[in-house]
T-cell receptor, first 117, second 114 residues
């Protein structure tokens, strides 16, 4: 089966510019996650979707970050305006919904490496 | 809030040797899951092994096994007969039962030396 797809793989922007990342989860996975991984740290959850509804966005900086999953499949994460400290790898992951086998295993995409200058 | 601590930023071992990566965590919950994820250089993160806290038996997946000490809140990963393909960042992660949010440690960079 195809894995989690993300694009672009790399992005370089200047501070105060805007940027968007796209994620296509594994087919049938109802749960989708966006993580931020700063160099030298573990991934930190930004937002979790169940189908097209938000389950947890408590760590999303809502003044500049937004995310959507309109049709319950693909998702887009946007940063506007970007700051220097947003430089990181943005990982998308997906999983089966609760109740299904192995629902607690998350499958990760290759990530988008963002550099803010 | 749960925290996960990995005290070994980097480790290296000769090929075919055994290596143990350490992880401790803090939680007030009694039901939860623990994971080890592997992130090879420039490649996707993949699940190595998982442990349910209510199971006393330590999980094993081929050359990978864990030592789960619930009272001590310790969850170490042992890699036996290490191979060059084991070179990667290894992250320990925690998940509360009934909540799919993963909390990761800072990772251990493991290098297998030929």
């Amino acid at each position: 089966e195809a894995g989690v797809a993300q694009s672009p793989r790399y992005k370089i922007i200047e501070k105060r510019q805007s940027v968007a990342f796209w994620c296509n989860p594994i087919s049938g996975h109802a749960t989708l996650y966006w993580y931020q991984q700063i160099l030298g740290q573990g991934p930190k959850l930004l937002i979790q979707f169940q189908n097209n509804g938000v389950v947890d966005d408590s760590q999303l900086p809502k003044d500049r970050f937004s995310a959507e999953r309109l049709k319950g499949v693909d998702s887009t994460l946007k940063i506007q305006p970007a700051k220097l400290e947003d430089s990181a790898v943005y990982l998308c992951a997906s999983s089966n919904p609760p109740g299904l086998v192995d629902y607690n295993e998350q499958f990760f995409g290759p990530g988008t490496r963002l550099t803010v200058l | 809030a749960q925290t996960v601590t990995q005290s070994q930023p980097e480790m290296s071992v000769q090929e075919a040797e055994t290596v143990t990566l350490s992880c401790t965590y803090d939680t007030s919950e009694s039901n939860y899951y623990l994971f080890w994820y592997k992130q090879p250089p420039s490649r996707q993160m993949i699940l190595v092994i998982r442990q349910e806290a209510y199971k006393q038996q330590n999980a094993t997946e081929n050359r990978f096994s864990v030592n789960f000490q619930k009272a001590a809140k310790s969850f170490s990963l042992k890699i036996s007969d290490s191979q060059l393909g084991d070179t990667a960042m290894y992250f320990c992660a925690f998940m509360n039962f009934g909540n799919e949010k993963l909390t990761f440690g800072t990772g251990t960079r493991l290098t297998i030396i030929p």
